[in-house]
């Protein structure tokens, strides 16, 4: 359940609204560690429609309570609440002033009085207007610590957080032009702040701030500096500073960049600070990234090389493919051909699934692709002649890459054998058709997908026999008539594929394979 769900009860908001509280929500750490104090996010539990409402706005109603959305605990200093407060209810006087707020549209602080159980704690209420109308209200719960002077850093950052505040306000803070970047190192608070004002002139910046900037190459004070300035002069990798950073080290868009040094990288976020429409200065995060890059470059490296590892023992496996076809044909025994023929199609699927890996290094794989591949070209190397369809129903989805090499040479032997056996010498279809059953847990508590997968041909059949197996007795030794690749798949259903299979005639003529294959579940999930 998204925690908006009582904001998208109410008809007089909308989903846009919805949507501002999520960037909220999801940018609002930064006002906790500025302001060092919780934030709340308060909805009251009544709304009376804004065509009964007094003031043509949606209003809570008199005496309803206020629910907690939302709670942000600042990391620059201690908690005012032990308890998180999601789903908790606001009342009494406290709710009352949460309901005056909302009302007035104002920014409002009280005391002890009305918040009795923060002891001498202060508490701001925030509403946030949007469109001309209030949508919830934010309560910053602060402690005042009059026993001492506080720093120039502290007033900084609480002058900082009160100009978000304000803006939240307004409506114009978060900024829905504001980009996502999926890059490791967003900037926090604690790992260094600028404060410039309108021209881009540094008028404030915390020491974790300045060493970011002395290690990318810079000396002396910032404070005074026009930072756009500063970076031109700074020994970047990439000669001069290009159109996305320089509104950022201007702090004129909420965008982020990334200064590259010869030395050290840093990642840097610009937050505009308004006064209504006129832009008044901006907040600058930065963080030192030199060596989440430096990781990021062998991560990189290294999936660059398994990638070139999976392409050359494909082209290993190809080559010896091509030794295996060759000697076949010179070859006068029809036993040994067929078996030098049979060894060569296993390679070709091992192959085969390399090729697919060199594409694409992660824990799980697309095996749809893979497998309608590999349909293919079983059904091609084992027809001797006549003209054999393939069909394939249904969809694996993405599993896990270690279990494709199994897969794919149980697929390749009973495809093979379909046509070889099922089809003998006449024309045909062979049709292979995935079917997702109930997902199991284990003991440990691990998922695992459960896969039935069934080959079917429409050959001569095997009347009403029905052979199933799995676990210790499928590691026989293989019966009269049965050949090595029957044994290679029974050994990879029952040791690889945790499950079982079952030989047994089909509906229409023909026989069906269907094998039950147990998949632990990828860390991502997808399928």
């Given at each position: 359940?998204?925690?908006?769900?009582?904001?998208?009860?109410?008809?007089?908001?909308?989903?846009?609204?919805?949507?501002?509280?999520?960037?909220?929500?999801?940018?609002?750490?930064?006002?906790?560690?500025?302001?060092?104090?919780?934030?709340?996010?308060?909805?009251?539990?009544?709304?009376?429609?804004?065509?009964?409402s007094p003031t043509g706005q949606p209003i809570p109603r008199?005496?309803?309570?206020?629910?907690?959305?939302?709670?942000?605990?600042?990391?620059?200093?201690?908690?005012?609440?032990?308890?998180?407060?999601?789903?908790?209810?606001?009342?009494?006087?406290?709710?009352?002033?949460?309901?005056?707020?909302?009302?007035?549209?104002?920014?409002?602080?009280?005391?002890?009085?009305?918040?009795?159980?923060?002891?001498?704690?202060?508490?701001?209420?925030?509403?946030?207007?949007?469109?001309?109308?209030?949508?919830?209200?934010?309560?910053?719960?602060?402690?005042?610590?009059?026993?001492?002077?506080?720093?120039?850093?502290?007033?900084?950052?609480?002058?900082?957080?009160?100009?978000?505040?304000?803006?939240?306000?307004?409506?114009?803070?978060?900024?829905?032009?504001?980009?996502?970047?999926?890059?490791?190192?967003?900037?926090?608070?604690?790992?260094?702040?600028?404060?410039?004002?309108?021209?881009?002139?540094?008028?404030?910046?915390?020491?974790?701030?300045?060493?970011?900037?002395?290690?990318?190459?810079?000396?002396?004070?910032?404070?005074?500096?026009?930072?756009?300035?500063?970076?031109?002069?700074?020994?970047?990798?990439?000669?001069?500073?290009?159109?996305?950073?320089?509104?950022?080290?201007?702090?004129?868009?909420?965008?982020?960049?990334?200064?590259?040094?010869?030395?050290?990288?840093?990642?840097?976020?610009?937050?505009?600070?308004?006064?209504?429409?006129?832009?008044?200065?901006?907040?600058?995060?930065?963080?030192?990234?030199?060596?989440?890059?430096?990781?990021?470059?062998?991560?990189?490296?290294?999936?660059?090389?398994?990638?070139?590892?999976?392409?050359?023992?494909?082209?290993?496996?190809?080559?010896?493919?091509?030794?295996?076809?060759?000697?076949?044909?010179?070859?006068?025994?029809?036993?040994?051909?067929?078996?030098?023929?049979?060894?060569?199609?296993?390679?070709?699927?091992?192959?085969?699934?390399?090729?697919?890996?060199?594409?694409?290094?992660?824990?799980?794989?697309?095996?749809?692709?893979?497998?309608?591949?590999?349909?293919?070209?079983?059904?091609?190397?084992?027809?001797?002649?006549?003209?054999?369809?393939t069909e394939v129903h249904g969809s694996f989805g993405r599993?896990?890459?270690?279990?494709?090499?199994?897969?794919?040479?149980?697929?390749?032997?009973?495809?093979?054998?379909?046509?070889?056996?099922?089809?003998?010498?006449?024309?045909?279809?062979?049709?292979?058709?995935?079917?997702?059953?109930?997902?199991?847990?284990?003991?440990?508590?691990?998922?695992?997908?459960?896969?039935?997968?069934?080959?079917?041909?429409?050959?001569?059949?095997?009347?009403?026999?029905?052979?199933?197996?799995?676990?210790?007795?499928?590691?026989?030794?293989?019966?009269?008539?049965?050949?090595?690749?029957?044994?290679?798949?029974?050994?990879?259903?029952?040791?690889?594929?945790?499950?079982?299979?079952?030989?047994?005639?089909?509906?229409?003529?023909?026989?069906?394979?269907?094998?039950?294959?147990?998949?632990?579940?990828?860390?991502?999930?997808?399928?």
């Amino acid at each position: 359940m998204a925690f908006t769900d009582p904001l998208r009860c109410v008809a007089d908001f909308d989903a846009g609204d919805a949507e501002w509280l999520h960037l909220l929500v999801g940018d609002w750490q930064l006002v906790a560690d500025l302001g060092f104090g919780d934030l709340l996010l308060c909805f009251p539990q009544e709304v009376v429609a804004a065509a009964q409402s007094p003031t043509g706005q949606p209003i809570p109603r008199e005496g309803t309570d206020f629910l907690v959305l939302a709670h942000a605990r600042p990391t620059t200093g201690p908690t005012a609440y032990q308890k998180d407060l999601v789903g908790e209810l606001v009342n009494g006087p406290a709710a009352g002033t949460l309901r005056r707020a909302w009302i007035d549209r104002r920014i409002e602080r009280t005391g002890p009085s009305e918040w009795s159980n923060l002891a001498s704690r202060s508490v701001t209420l925030v509403p946030l207007v949007r469109n001309q109308r209030t949508i919830a209200v934010v309560s910053l719960t602060t402690d005042p610590q009059r026993e001492r002077l506080p720093s120039r850093m502290e007033l900084v950052y609480r002058e900082s957080a009160a100009d978000l505040l304000r803006m939240a306000n307004q409506g114009t803070w978060p900024d829905f032009a504001v980009r996502s970047d999926s890059r490791r190192g967003a900037p926090r608070v604690g790992d260094g702040m600028l404060r410039l004002n309108a021209s881009g002139v540094v008028e404030f910046c915390s020491p974790n701030g300045l060493s970011t900037f002395r290690r990318l190459g810079f000396r002396g004070d910032l404070t005074g500096q026009n930072l756009l300035r500063v970076a031109r002069q700074l020994p970047l990798t990439a000669p001069g500073v290009d159109e996305t950073l320089a509104p950022v080290l201007a702090g004129t868009m909420p965008w982020r960049a990334e200064l590259s040094g010869v030395k050290a990288s840093a990642t840097l976020r610009a937050i505009p600070l308004r006064q209504g429409s006129e832009r008044t200065g901006a907040l600058l995060l930065c963080r030192d990234v030199t060596e989440l890059r430096r990781r990021d470059l062998q991560l990189v490296s290294k999936d660059a090389t398994i990638r070139e590892i999976h392409h050359r023992v494909k082209n290993n496996l190809q080559t010896v493919s091509a030794l295996l076809r060759l000697q076949s044909r010179r070859m006068h025994s029809e036993e040994g051909r067929n078996g030098l023929q049979q060894a060569m199609r296993r390679v070709s699927s091992i192959a085969r699934v390399h090729e697919s890996l060199s594409h694409e290094i992660s824990e799980d794989v697309d095996f749809d692709e893979l497998m309608r591949h590999q349909v293919k070209l079983a059904v091609e190397t084992a027809s001797a002649g006549q003209r054999v369809r393939t069909e394939v129903h249904g969809s694996f989805g993405r599993l896990p890459s270690k279990s494709a090499t199994s897969v794919a040479l149980v697929v390749n032997e009973l495809v093979a054998n379909a046509v070889e056996h099922g089809l003998r010498d006449r024309d045909g279809t062979v049709a292979m058709s995935v079917r997702h059953l109930e997902d199991e847990t284990t003991e440990a508590g691990e998922t695992d997908r459960v896969l039935e997968i069934a080959i079917e041909d429409d050959g001569s059949g095997m009347g009403a026999t029905v052979i199933e197996e799995s676990g210790v007795s499928a590691y026989r030794p293989p019966a009269e008539g049965e050949g090595l690749g029957m044994q290679i798949v029974r050994t990879l259903v029952a040791s690889e594929l945790r499950g079982s299979i079952r030989w047994q005639s089909a509906e229409q003529g023909g026989t069906s394979v269907v094998i039950t294959a147990r998949f632990r579940q990828p860390a991502s999930g997808r399928r």
